[in-house]
């Protein structure tokens, strides 16, 4: 297991290589080239620039997150061709400079939803939070600009203004993309990047959709172990696997993560480790990583991956804002420092005992 942090880069993030670099036990970054767009082939002089610039602070490019998919792919239009040359284009690259993981989103028009990005909690710590009463309410078109005076004045990966511009265009290019369709999709983007992935050995980790539900009616697929599995089955090579998010997936309280895990055994190439609180059905809040903060019982979940001998990348997910940081929502330094400092205590703990034991 290698512990790590995301980055989003010297323009874009709050956090320095300097400080992540100086987190116990943390020796590599999940980033990304921030400013490409979604469907852009990737530059290779900016890609040896990123990985220089990580190396230079003591640490290593652990895997890219993300290689976004293009709406055009997703939706199956007949652009999609076009826009996964350039992702084959891209992932040549990144393998040609050693970079063989790669955490990816199959999610229509928004990667991930939340109802508030700052409720305030007990402790003073805000946090991300959802709730669907709260959703059901909000035009689909109009939610960007609830964010707005929340992000502390940072772009939100996934929420970038110009995608949000075109909302009711995103719409009706997913008109008649139902769950079996969207599955179809998904397959034919896979066999079409296979080929490359095999000769680079880069490893295609899918991130579970959050919330774990359809949202403002729009399908999703990568929301339960069933699904899981079905993904994994259609395009069965190792290189087609999973981006574990214990907050994503854990969002459904008729999941059962640590089912899931055993599941997927061999076919989870990256962990996003998060707890949840739930405060009612399909409403709940994002929470410290101990695992009395919130409903997640993290030391299981350490566990299960632990007794099936993961061994890639895994980076404490959004954290609390705490001691009156200003950040990213979700993506501050201190309280992902603190959650990797846990984790990474908890993971010492069974290598001295059930590692002891074999």
Same mark, same amino acid.
């Given at each position: 297991?290698?512990?790590t942090?995301r980055?989003?880069g010297e323009?874009?993030d709050?956090?320095?290589?300097?400080?992540?670099?100086q987190?116990?036990?943390?020796?590599?970054v999940?980033?990304?080239?921030y400013?490409? *767009?979604?469907?852009?082939?990737? =530059?290779?002089?900016?890609i040896?620039k990123? *990985?220089e610039?990580?190396?230079?602070?003591?640490?290593?490019v652990?895997?890219?997150?993300?290689v976004?998919?293009?709406?055009?792919i997703?939706?199956?239009?007949?652009?999609r061709d076009?826009?996964?040359?350039?992702?084959?284009?891209? %992932?040549d690259?990144?393998?040609?400079?050693?970079?063989n993981?790669?955490?990816?989103?199959?999610m229509?028009v928004?990667?991930?939803?939340?109802?508030? %990005?700052?409720?305030?909690r007990?402790?003073? +710590?805000?946090?991300?939070?959802y709730?669907q009463?709260?959703?059901?309410?909000?035009?689909?078109?109009?939610?960007?600009?609830?964010?707005?005076?929340?992000n502390?004045?940072? /772009? !939100?990966?996934g929420w970038?203004p110009?995608?949000?511009?075109?909302?009711?265009e995103?719409?009706?290019?997913?008109?008649?993309?139902?769950?079996?369709? !969207?599955?179809?999709n998904?397959?034919?983007?896979?066999?079409?990047?296979?080929?490359?992935?095999?000769k680079?050995?880069?490893?295609?980790? /899918?991130?579970?959709?959050?919330?774990?539900?359809?949202?403002? @009616?729009?399908?999703?697929? /990568?929301?339960?172990?069933?699904?899981?599995?079905?993904?994994?089955?259609?395009?069965? +090579?190792?290189?087609?696997?999973v981006?574990?998010?214990? @907050?994503?997936?854990?969002?459904n309280q008729?999941? =059962?993560?640590?089912?899931a895990i055993?599941?997927?055994?061999?076919?989870i190439h990256?962990a996003?480790i998060?707890? %949840?609180?739930?405060?009612?059905?399909?409403?709940?809040?994002?929470?410290?990583h101990?695992?009395? =903060?919130?409903?997640?019982?993290?030391f299981?979940i350490?566990?299960?991956?632990?007794?099936?001998?993961? =061994?890639?990348p895994?980076?404490p997910?959004?954290?609390r804002t705490?001691w009156?940081?200003?950040?990213?929502?979700?993506?501050?330094?201190y309280?992902?420092?603190?959650g990797?400092?846990?984790l990474?205590?908890?993971?010492?703990?069974?290598?001295?005992t /059930?590692?002891?034991?074999?």
């Amino acid at each position: 297991m290698e512990m790590t942090l995301r980055w989003f880069g010297e323009k874009s993030d709050s956090v320095s290589l300097k400080h992540i670099r100086q987190i116990p036990g943390v020796s590599g970054v999940i980033t990304t080239l921030y400013d490409t *767009k979604p469907g852009e082939e990737w =530059d290779e002089a900016a890609i040896k620039k990123m *990985k220089e610039t990580v190396n230079k602070a003591g640490l290593r490019v652990s895997g890219i997150e993300s290689v976004n998919v293009h709406d055009s792919i997703k939706a199956g239009d007949n652009n999609r061709d076009r826009y996964i040359q350039n992702y084959i284009n891209t %992932l040549d690259k990144l393998g040609r400079n050693g970079i063989n993981m790669v955490c990816y989103n199959f999610m229509p028009v928004f990667d991930w939803t939340r109802s508030d %990005l700052a409720k305030r909690r007990e402790d003073g +710590s805000t946090v991300l939070a959802y709730d669907q009463k709260v959703i059901d309410q909000i035009d689909p078109s109009k939610i960007f600009g609830t964010f707005e005076g929340n992000n502390n004045g940072f /772009i !939100l990966p996934g929420w970038e203004p110009e995608r949000m511009t075109k909302i009711k265009e995103l719409f009706a290019l997913y008109e008649g993309v139902d769950e079996d369709k !969207l599955f179809e999709n998904l397959k034919y983007f896979l066999e079409a990047i296979m080929p490359t992935c095999e000769k680079y050995k880069i490893k295609m980790a /899918i991130h579970p959709d959050d919330p774990a539900w359809s949202v403002f @009616g729009l399908p999703r697929i /990568i929301t339960s172990k069933e699904n899981l599995v079905k993904m994994m089955k259609m395009v069965d +090579s190792p290189y087609n696997g999973v981006t574990l998010c214990t @907050g994503s997936l854990g969002s459904n309280q008729d999941n =059962d993560i640590i089912d899931a895990i055993h599941a997927l055994k061999g076919r989870i190439h990256f962990a996003h480790i998060r707890n %949840l609180k739930f405060n009612g059905e399909r409403t709940f809040e994002e929470a410290a990583h101990l695992s009395r =903060d919130g409903s997640l019982d993290m030391f299981e979940i350490m566990k299960a991956l632990y007794e099936d001998g993961f =061994d890639g990348p895994i980076r404490p997910d959004h954290g609390r804002t705490i001691w009156d940081e200003v950040a990213m929502p979700g993506y501050g330094l201190y309280d992902r420092a603190l959650g990797a400092t846990y984790l990474n205590g908890i993971w010492e703990s069974l290598e001295k005992t /059930i590692g002891g034991i074999k």
